[in-house]
């Protein structure tokens, strides 16, 4: 069952075993990786001398960069093969299957688009990331390969979806149908439903409840809001029926003139005093129009799908043992009264009757721990049978072994509620596996990523374009260099700390000790210029209290024209910068593989699982968190 490698690794590697060896080794013994992934922050690169750029790189490779273009650099590091620049025999045990490259006389140098080529220790972390990061290429190996009709959501399913969702509902929904049918065929497991954790609008569960699949869904939503707009969703794709009202007529008539006359009245009233005394009629007259509103008479009957049950249910952990109980309540109840009808293709397997459900928890892009709560539903409801997640949002997953070392200490900050949770943890977060929980390395025993490292692993270089390049590298640029003009206003201070090689560190944010400036995302308009982009982050950060006016009165005298000297004088780093974060966003495939791997080391820890792998379930151009985490228990 599944896929022959349980691990889309790199073949170079023989066996999962190995690779996750080896995966962890770089890891834990990488300086330069865990620099670039975790150890700094785009906000401090202009916030200490030397910068960044200067203080991490090795000056070889510093030398090499600073040659060359920004996309030239993207397609050394993603795309370029690698064989065509090995130089000598100590690289190649790197690459055993490369032939020998054609040797050079001595007058002759070896060239790279004009330049030299990169240099060796380069070239050597270029080609450890790119073996040891998870391959992301798809391959259709589902029902829709086999089932070329079956390409293609129709318009009801598709209401709401954008581009890119419906591609992964297409496909994943494929995938899920194909898992349950292997089950089935293989005798291993009958699943009657499948729970989609935190099922938002529904997209997924509607694919899969529509007579595409005709499949029973569970979709356990926490947000009221979201389950009112899938249903008014399913209403749109006709797979329930719109709601149906019904009144006594003539005391709703009766009911609608009033109110039309108590408004009148009111505003004749309004007409007649003083604006604070009429405000003070009108937060009287708004109770008595909501009454209005919530006619007594009215009763609202909803017909929803027969294939689609909503459960509020907020997830905490793994433990569905609310949900499975309105499970068991809604199918003792229709095979009671006998009022549930399936279409005749169903097989007798999927039909509520079934007085013990066999359930099959997927979520498509789970934020955070969610897709740590649904891995362990396998373990911790009877009913669960099977999981098959596919995670996002690394940035909101928290830390079984509590927060590391955030930064390097040259640009660490100070901060004395960090210092005091320090020792925190969270039994739900990162690592779930015990093998990483407790993995010895140099550094101490079992491996963490803080936020950043993890926030780093959400980034897709693979598909940027220029345009992109160009637009997000001018908004690092800005935030970083308005972060410079903070720290010379006294808006943030850099403090020493005696730990620190250099005598600096990173500033808090701001001098209050409070929160942290979060400047976030402004107009279009706002990057234009510089000048453009203060001015609209003073009038954003402007809205909060005192830290605003904090920072809007430190900034107050300072012109347009002494703006665009801070540009000028920083212009020449924002190739350095653009460097610095290509190799940050490059370098973080290898922490998503470990996340991935870390979820599939915890399934594969568990005696009660058969089978347990992870495998890319659509194209990452569309979508680049495309790996799967299935398990399936004995």
């Known amino acids: 069952?599944?896929?022959?490698?349980?691990?889309?690794?790199?073949?170079?590697?023989?066996?999962?075993?190995?690779?996750?060896?080896?995966?962890?080794?770089?890891?834990?013994?990488?300086?330069?990786?865990?620099?670039?992934?975790?150890?700094?922050?785009?906000l401090d690169f202009l916030t200490r001398e030397p910068d960044l750029f200067d203080a991490v790189l090795p000056s070889q490779w510093r030398d090499w960069l600073r040659l060359f273009?920004?996309?030239?650099?993207?397609?050394?590091?993603?795309?370029?093969?690698?064989?065509?620049?090995?130089?000598?025999?100590?690289?190649?045990?790197?690459?055993?299957?490369?032939?020998?490259?054609?040797?050079?006389?001595?007058?002759?140098?070896?060239?790279?688009?004009?330049?030299?080529?990169?240099?060796?220790?380069?070239?050597?972390?270029?080609?450890?990331?790119?073996?040891?990061?998870?391959?992301?290429?798809?391959?259709?190996?589902?029902?829709?390969?086999?089932?070329?009709?079956?390409?293609g959501l129709s318009r009801q399913l598709s209401v709401g979806m954008k581009p890119k969702k419906a591609h992964e509902v297409e496909n994943f929904a494929a995938f899920v149908d194909g898992l349950v049918s292997e089950l089935a065929a293989t005798n291993s497991h009958q699943i009657s439903h499948l729970v989609d954790f935190g099922s938002g609008q529904n997209y997924l569960g509607?694919?899969?409840?529509?007579?595409?699949?005709?499949?029973?869904?569970?979709?356990?939503?926490?947000?009221?809001?979201?389950?009112?707009?899938?249903?008014?969703?399913?209403?749109?794709?006709?797979?329930?029926?719109?709601?149906?009202?019904?009144?006594?007529?003539?005391?709703?008539?009766?009911?609608?003139?009033?109110?039309?006359?108590?408004?009148r009245k009111d505003m004749t009233m309004l007409k007649q005093i003083p604006p604070p005394a009429a405000r003070a009629v009108l937060e009287e007259t708004q109770p008595r129009e909501a009454a209005c509103r919530n006619f007594p008479d009215s009763r609202t009957t909803h017909h929803g799908s027969h294939n689609i049950q909503y459960v509020e249910h907020?997830?905490?952990?793994?433990?569905?043992?609310?949900?499975?109980?309105?499970?068991?309540?809604?199918?003792?109840?229709?095979?009671?009264?006998?009022?549930?009808?399936?279409n005749s293709t169903r097989l007798d397997r999927t039909s509520y009757s079934d007085p013990e459900p066999q359930l099959m928890v997927v979520s498509l892009h789970s934020c955070g721990n969610l897709v740590h709560h649904g891995l362990r539903s396998l373990f911790l409801n009877e009913s669960v049978k099977a999981v098959a997640m596919v995670g996002c949002c690394y940035n909101?997953?928290?830390?079984?072994?509590?927060?590391?070392?955030?930064?390097?200490?040259?640009?660490?900050?100070?901060?004395?509620?960090?210092?005091?949770s320090s020792c925190a943890c969270d039994p739900h977060g990162f690592p779930m596996s015990d093998r990483l929980a407790s993995y010895k390395h140099r550094h101490g025993e079992g491996i963490r990523m803080n936020?950043?490292?993890?926030?780093?692993?959400?980034?897709?270089?693979?598909?940027?374009?220029?345009?992109?390049?160009?637009?997000?590298f001018t908004r690092h640029f800005f935030r970083a260099l308005l972060q410079r003009v903070f720290i010379d206003r006294g808006v943030v201070q850099v403090s020493a700390r005696s730990?620190?090689?250099?005598?600096?560190?990173?500033?808090?944010?701001?001098?209050?000790g409070g929160q942290p400036i979060i400047i976030g995302s402004l107009r279009k308009a706002c990057y234009a210029s510089f000048p453009a982009y203060v001015r609209g982050a003073m009038a954003k950060i402007g809205e909060s209290s005192?830290?605003?006016?904090?920072?809007?009165?430190?900034?107050?005298?300072?012109?347009?024209?002494?703006?665009?000297?801070?540009?000028?004088?920083?212009?020449?780093?924002?190739?350095?910068?653009?460097?610095?974060?290509?190799?940050?966003?490059?370098?973080?495939?290898?922490?998503?593989?470990?996340?991935?791997?870390?979820?599939?080391?915890?399934?594969?820890?568990?005696?009660?699982?058969?089978?347990?792998?992870?495998q890319t379930v659509f194209e990452h151009e569309h979508s680049p968190r495309n790996f799967v985490v299935v398990g399936v228990k004995k």
């Open 1 to 42: 069952m599944g896929p022959e490698n349980t691990l889309p690794h790199s073949p170079l590697y023989g066996s999962s075993e190995n690779y996750v060896e080896a995966l962890l080794e770089f890891v834990t013994t990488s300086d330069m990786l865990q620099t670039l992934c975790g150890g700094v922050h785009i």
């Open 69 to 151: 273009e920004i996309s030239d650099v993207l397609d050394l590091l993603m795309r370029e093969d690698l064989t065509s620049l090995i130089m000598d025999s100590a690289y190649k045990d790197l690459c055993p299957s490369v032939e020998e490259p054609k040797k050079l006389s001595r007058n002759e140098s070896r060239r790279w688009r004009g330049g030299p080529v990169p240099p060796e220790s380069l070239l050597d972390y270029i080609y450890n990331v790119r073996s040891l990061t998870l391959d992301r290429t798809f391959m259709i190996d589902n029902i829709l390969a086999e089932d070329p009709s079956r390409r």
């Open 206 to 263: 509607r694919v899969l409840a529509s007579p595409l699949y005709d499949k029973k869904v569970i979709a356990v939503e926490s947000k009221q809001s979201n389950i009112t707009g899938a249903i008014e969703m399913d209403i749109s794709a006709r797979l329930a029926k719109k709601p149906v009202i019904q009144r006594n007529k003539k005391a709703f008539r009766q009911q609608e003139e009033n109110k039309v006359s108590s408004i």
């Open 314 to 342: 907020i997830i905490t952990d793994g433990n569905l043992e609310a949900v499975i109980t309105e499970v068991n309540s809604k199918s003792t109840a229709e095979s009671t009264n006998g009022a549930h009808k399936t």
């Open 396 to 420: 909101l997953v928290t830390e079984r072994l509590g927060p590391p070392t955030c930064k390097l200490p040259i640009v660490r900050p100070f901060n004395l509620r960090l210092e005091r």
């Open 451 to 472: 936020i950043t490292a993890r926030m780093m692993a959400v980034q897709a270089p693979q598909n940027w374009t220029s345009s992109d390049c160009e637009g997000f």
């Open 499 to 512: 730990d620190d090689v250099l005598e600096a560190s990173s500033p808090r944010g701001w001098s209050g």
């Open 546 to 614: 005192e830290q605003g006016l904090s920072i809007k009165r430190r900034l107050a005298d300072l012109s347009e024209s002494d703006l665009l000297d801070y540009y000028k004088r920083f212009e020449h780093k924002k190739h350095e910068l653009s460097l610095i974060w290509s190799l940050m966003a490059f370098s973080a495939g290898v922490m998503e593989s470990v996340i991935v791997v870390d979820r599939w080391l915890y399934l594969k820890e568990q005696q009660d699982v058969s089978a347990c792998w992870v």
